[in-house]
């Protein structure tokens, strides 16, 4: 891609005394590591240093940022974006294609029901099974041994990766992306008690509605509502081993890291953020944009949005803080310290630092 | 099915000046929405008002239900029994028998040992694979891709779900539901060190018995015993994600909800209520009917029956309220009150307001 | 196996009156109930009134061991070795080996890319799917409905269950398990937020590698890296439901119980034992030789090696003691005792008392 090209993708000024935007940009690099054809960024100005000194050809940089170190020789291309980060991000992606794991078309040994419609550009893998009546959207991916169920639909552009189960009945939104061995659609868990002590299964009959944009981990299970639907919002991003129970809402764009569990009819809020190995009892309500610590135990709702609650049982980050300190003052500064951050452990724009 | 048919299938006394039995009952529907044609249910008297108002053809009550209220024109069949909410859930199951997401018969793409022993209507499902000398009883279902190893057995009625695996010598009883992506029989986790650090396997050659009646959840993983079996009692309901190690014993009608783990040669009672997130240290016995509130830690043995024990660690509930309201007031009433809910909220019976 | 060839497997001193080596035995069982033709083992003194009792033909027990009771008749043979539990989990080890659940041979319903290059003695299942240049180790089996991806390695001698996948580009081992429905290489979970509260995908572009000697439970997941790798360090055991995200390390010869999570970046040294349902924020780095008990937070490093840690949020057991002991002296002293039991839970060598 050219320079040009890059600033199109990401809506940026190029400011550079490089002649033209015709500059061939090869890869993108860590902003130490990157030499004469690769594209870095700078999101820190605390870093603004390694403007001097990088050989990158292009940085990626802020609108506001100033004071850019003098150099000699030419320095790199920048590219001035409202948010370096992110922009980024998407050089990134451009740069590297999702792979693509099942090759164009429907593999012979996939079994598709007749009375099935499929989009164009659909790619069915090895051993996949799709159910009668089942609409599959364009350009949507079915992985080996993924299994459809009945009446199924799948958005344009979704993935499901092998060994993801959608059971009857459910619809998947699109752009949709199942990871591995996802569950859509399992029974949800009610049983009626009889007098001796043991249970009457409760017919399961409702669905799973998961909206457009929302990605599931691997190995999580959403249940199938008792009656009517269980409900992942538009934008949602639900990490590996999840749980979801029937009846459930979770608000578009909310966030929950890994081995979240989330118990009946409880109702999640939009842009909320869920860190890890959290639990919610059932019929809870949760406010938009609330942040709960890992491990928390919520066992009432949270009406107030915005607020961030952790412990266990969880109380708001403001109460807890001083009751900890209380307990053991050695261990109160960090955990206060930390909640931010592992409330968005798993969220946050973990870029470089992760890798 | 008529008012009549109903009656006999939960042993009501019809309560009417309906003329007849041979009334059609078409539809089952919530008190407040439903139409003539339609079966409801009033569990909680508090809600007898609706009795003057619901437009239903008929309602179960209770044979204890007084002080009906007066209604202009012709009120609904009363169907008195002794459990209306248990009642109700059985005449739903009539009108919603299971979906049957497996077409009757052996799918050709199933790959099926000539040892193994099919009952009658048994139906497998596209890419099964069924071991050499499996026994699979009378309307037994084994859903696509399931993977059922050399030597199972498998109860008549038996339903498995997608992606499930059952490996090598294990044993399903009848009607028992495994849903997508359970493991049973899966290696128990046990290693000998050496000296240097680094391990022994140890050989894992036991198996795992589930007894009739039992569900397991979705992607739920049950280990095969070092030596001897690892046990789920008859009638026992499991939720999705959950951990059950080498030797465990599950007794007989216990409930346990999601994402709970049990820990190498643990024994649990029968009639126990676990929630969810709970975690069981190894080598403990737990007596008959205990309740455990979610995200509880048990690390010793529990001797008396019908006890109600929550927290980190765990303990029981009269002794931990006053503890928890010394320490912050104002979770204590909360926690107090909601521990029964917790420890139940997703075994009892939940219908409607789940749904 | 004659007594010689059980001496030689587990270099042991022959300590008998039985005048040579080429006694014949059949069959390993537990002391109390051992007969002719069995062997058996005695590794705490506790028990050595056994010696006088015991039917087994043969005995391992310690080189030290001393002061054998005086019994009428023969005794058992014994075998002195330095450490008598290891050597009798390698006798019961070649007594029962593995058992093997894929028949020799590529099954005629495996898809193998014409690319793949497998090894000699490999076993592939029914409706495996091995992609595009994949490389397959000597004696390495692949089990039913497995998801092999392009560019994946295996090593000799690994065996993967049913229902596992391996994402394309990860490597595996030498004489690595993978239990049924382990996931390898899923997406790690990184997100670059919007102004407007929706997220972009973070590609995530890296592998996974697992090093020789690794098991890995069933339905666990391990996320490939978001660059780089996400790393299982060699001889490391993982338990089932545990999750693994992107680029985290796993130190060789660490073990780590049930449904434990790992978030991003997080380095966990070599040798520890971490029990079961603990939760790691990102980030963190955990010295050699860690014991963390079930249940614990970590939301810091630990750079002192060899510590045991425990609690929410987690500390070093010798401060957590007097505190719990303050707060509840009812509870102080089982915590205490048994801190050392819950964090080695399951990864101690737990033969007879968990069969």
Redesign the interface.
């Known amino acids: 891609m050219t320079l040009r090209d890059i600033a199109a993708l990401i809506n940026a000024r190029i400011d550079a005394d490089v002649s033209d935007g015709g500059l061939e940009i090869r890869r993108v690099a860590k902003i130490e590591e990157a030499g004469e054809g690769d594209i870095t960024f700078l999101a820190n100005p605390k870093y603004i240093r390694h403007l001097a000194t990088t050989n990158a050809s292009a940085v990626i940089v802020a609108n506001a940022l100033k004071d850019i170190p003098p150099r000699e020789g030419r320095g790199p291309a920048l590219l001035r974006v409202q948010?370096p980060?992110?922009s980024f991000?998407?050089v990134?992606?451009a740069f590297?294609p999702?792979?693509d794991?099942v090759a164009p078309g429907i593999?012979p040994?996939a079994?598709v029901a007749s009375s099935a419609r499929l989009g164009r550009d659909v790619r069915i893998?090895?051993?996949a099974?799709v159910?009668e009546r089942v609409v599959v959207g364009d350009g949507a991916m079915i992985?080996?041994?993924a299994?459809v169920?009945?009446d199924v639909t799948i958005g344009p552009g979704s993935l499901l990766?092998?060994?993801v189960?959608v059971?009857?009945?459910c619809h998947i939104g699109a752009r949709v992306?199942l990871?591995?061995?996802a569950?859509i659609g399992?029974?949800?868990?009610?049983?009626?008690?009889?007098?001796d002590?043991?249970?009457?299964?409760?017919?399961q009959?409702?669905i799973v509605v998961i909206e457009d944009?929302v990605?599931i981990?691997?190995?999580t299970?959403i249940?199938r509502?008792?009656?009517?639907e269980t409900r992942i919002g538009r934008?949602a991003?639900l990490?590996?081993?999840i749980?979801i129970?029937?009846?459930v809402t979770i608000g578009?764009?909310t966030?929950i890291?890994?081995?979240t569990?989330v118990?009946?009819?409880t109702r999640i809020g939009?842009?909320c953020v869920i860190a890890?190995?959290v639990?919610f009892?059932?019929?809870l309500e949760i406010a938009d944009r609330t942040m709960i610590g890992?491990?928390s135990?919520l066992?009432?709702s949270i009406t107030t949005p915005g607020e961030q609650w952790f412990g266990?049982?969880a109380?708001p980050a403001r109460?807890a803080r001083p009751?900890l300190s209380r307990?053991?003052s050695?261990?109160a500064s960090?955990?206060g310290r930390?909640t931010d951050?592992?409330a968005g452990?798993?969220?946050?724009?973990?870029?470089w630092?992760?890798?």
Chains 1, 2, 3 share one sequence.
Request: hydrophobic residues 30%.
């Open positions: 948010d980060y992110l991000v998407r990134l992606a590297n999702p792979p794991p593999h040994t079994v893998a090895a051993y099974v159910g992985g080996p041994h299994a169920g009945d990766y092998s060994h189960t059971r009857e009945g992306i990871q591995p061995g569950v399992s029974d949800g868990f009610g049983f009626a008690p009889r007098k002590g043991s249970y009457d299964k409760i017919p009959m409702g944009d990605e981990g691997a190995n299970t249940d509502a008792t009656m009517g934008g991003k990490d590996n081993l749980q129970a029937h009846n578009p764009h966030v890291a890994a081995q569990g118990s009946g009819s939009a842009n890890g190995q639990g009892a059932g019929h890992a491990q135990g066992h009432r266990y049982p109380m109460q009751m307990e053991d050695s261990t960090p955990v930390d951050r592992m452990m798993r969220a946050r724009a973990a870029f630092t992760s890798s």
